[in-house]
Structures are given as structure tokens and as C-alpha cells.
């Protein structure tokens, strides 16, 4: 389930290189290219979902899988405990929601 023509779709695949944070048979986490903040890193299923558009209830469990996993991958990545220190989890969702590649994508972006 995978598009041929998808950025992170040839990132996953290992045709892109990229720098891992974390794999597993449904997720995909590696380090954005231009980080907005010290520490950016970006989660994504494996599935080719283009956007949140496209979630249905059929995908909680991936979601929920996806979303739990942040806040383990942002303290290993070096975001310090809440409450003094903490993460944005961002997802861009369309045009108007300032989405550039459209494969489903969480932005963890932390640090001082
Ligand atoms: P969005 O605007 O939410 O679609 O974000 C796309 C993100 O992908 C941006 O923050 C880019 O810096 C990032 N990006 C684009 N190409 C790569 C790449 N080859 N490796 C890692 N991150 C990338
Ligand atoms: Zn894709």
C-alpha cells in the first residue's frame, strides 16, 4: 500500500535515505531535512494515507499506535520531561493547512 510517486513512501522503502529515530511494522520516524526547531522529527505510518482527511475509524488503532509512541520518541530524542520542558505535535492537513507532502505526517518539534 504503497505510491510509487510519494516522498515518504520512497523514505520508508529506503530509497531516499533519511535519518531514522525509530521504525517498526506500522511506523515510520526519521528527522526532518529542515527542522524548525532543535529537535524535528517526523512520524508516519507505512500505509500511504495522503492526510488526517482521509482517516476514518478503521485507522484508530494506527493512529492511536502512532500518537502514543510520541512522547517516548520525543524524550529519547532529547525534548526534556513536561512540564518544564515538552514538545509541539503538529499535522498539516491540505493546502490551506500549510501540507507539502501528502503522506499522513506528525511533526514532533521540541528543545530549547
Ligand atoms: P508539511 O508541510 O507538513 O507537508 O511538511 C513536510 C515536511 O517534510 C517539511 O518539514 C520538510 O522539511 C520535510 N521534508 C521534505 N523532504 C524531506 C526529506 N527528504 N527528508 C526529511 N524531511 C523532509
Ligand atoms: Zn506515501
Redesign the pocket.
Known amino acids: 500500500m504503497q505510491d510509487p510517486n510519494c516522498?515518504f513512501c520512497k523514505?520508508i522503502a529506503g530509497k531516499?535515505p533519511?535519518k531514522k529515530v525509530y521504525e517498526d511494522e506500522h511506523v515510520y520516524a526519521?528527522?526532518?531535512?529542515?527542522?524548525?526547531a532543535p529537535i524535528?522529527f517526523?512520524m508516519v505510518p507505512k500505509l500511504h494515507i495522503p492526510s488526517m482527511a482521509q482517516i476514518t475509524p478503521e485507522n484508530s488503532a494506527l493512529m492511536g499506535h502512532l500518537l502514543a509512541l510520541a512522547p517516548k520518541l520525543a524524550l529519547e530524542q532529547g525534548c526534556r520531561p513536561y512540564p518544564e520542558g515538552g514538545y509541539r505535535i503538529?499535522?498539516?492537513t491540505g493546502a490551506e493547512g500549510?501540507?507539502?507532502?501528502?503522506h499522513l505526517?506528525f511533526?514532533v518539534m521540541g528543545g530549547p
Do not use: C, K, M
Open positions: 516522498l523514505i531516499i533519511s526519521f528527522h526532518d531535512i529542515a527542522p524548525w524535528h517526523l503538529v499535522t498539516n500549510g501540507q507539502e507532502v501528502h505526517h511533526h
